[in-house]
T-cell receptor
Framework: EAGVAQSPRYKIIEKRQSVAFWCNPI?????LYWYQQILGQGPKLLIQ????????DSQLPKDRFSAERLKGVDSTLKIQPAKLEDSAVYLC?????????????FGDGTRLSIL | AQSVAQPEDQVNVAEGNPLTVKCTYS??????LFWYVQYPNRGLQFLLK??????LVKGSYGFEAEFNKSQTSFHLKKPSALVSDSALYFC????????FGKGTRLHILP
């Protein structure tokens, strides 16, 4: 089966600019996650979708970050305006369902550098 | 609140020797525990999970993990290390949400 697809792989922007990331989960996976992975740390959950609804966005900095999954398949994560501390790898993952025993399948991420 | 700790930033093991990567956790209810591996410039790959049942869980690439409820640990093990096992390993615990440890870099020496 095709894996989780993310684009772009790399992005360099200046602070205060905006940026968007795209994710296509594994076909049939109802649950989609966005993570932020700062260098030297484990992934931190930003937002979790179940189909096109938000399940958990408690750690999403909502003043600058937004995400959507309008048709319950693809998803986009946006940052506007970007800050220096947003430099990180943004990982998208999907799973068959939101059940806690389900493993997650990760994309290769988008590496964001803020100048 | 749930938490997970990986006490070692890096583990060095000679090829062919057994390896252990440590993980301890704290969760209020019954834990769901996972191990993932990350290769350079790649996303995380699922290795194995503990949900319930046998305390010794077998996973991909010859890895296994031992769940110890009294010590709240879930250490990752492999009987004979390969150079290709060199990567970043993450332990994760899931209660209401999933939390990842900070990762342990495993370096297998030829």
């Amino acid at each position: 089966e095709a894996g989780v697809a993310q684009s772009p792989r790399y992005k360099i922007i200046e602070k205060r600019q905006s940026v968007a990331f795209w994710c296509n989960p594994i076909s049939g996976h109802a649950t989609l996650y966005w993570y932020q992975q700062i260098l030297g740390q484990g992934p931190k959950l930003l937002i979790q979708f179940q189909n096109n609804g938000v399940v958990d966005d408690s750690q999403l900095p909502k003043d600058r970050f937004s995400a959507e999954r309008l048709k319950g398949v693809d998803s986009t994560l946006k940052i506007q305006p970007a800050k220096l501390e947003d430099s990180a790898v943004y990982l998208c993952a999907s799973s068959l369902s939101s059940d806690s025993n389900q493993p997650q399948h990760f994309g290769d991420g988008t590496r964001l550098s803020i100048l | 609140a749930q938490s997970v700790a990986q006490p070692e930033d890096q583990v060095n093991v000679a090829e062919g020797n057994p390896l252990t990567v440590k993980c301890t956790y704290s969760v209020s209810g019954n834990p769901y525990l996972f191990w993932y591996v990350q290769y350079p410039n790649r996303g995380l790959q699922f290795l194995l999970k503990y949900i319930t049942g046998d305390n010794l869980v077998k996973g991909s690439y010859g890895f296994e993990a031992e769940f110890n409820k009294s010590q709240t640990s879930f250490h990752l093990k492999k009987p004979s290390a390969l150079v290709s096992d060199s990567a970043l390993y993450f332990c994760a615990v899931r209660d209401d949400k999933i939390i990842f440890g900070k990762g342990t870099r495993l370096h297998i020496l030829p």
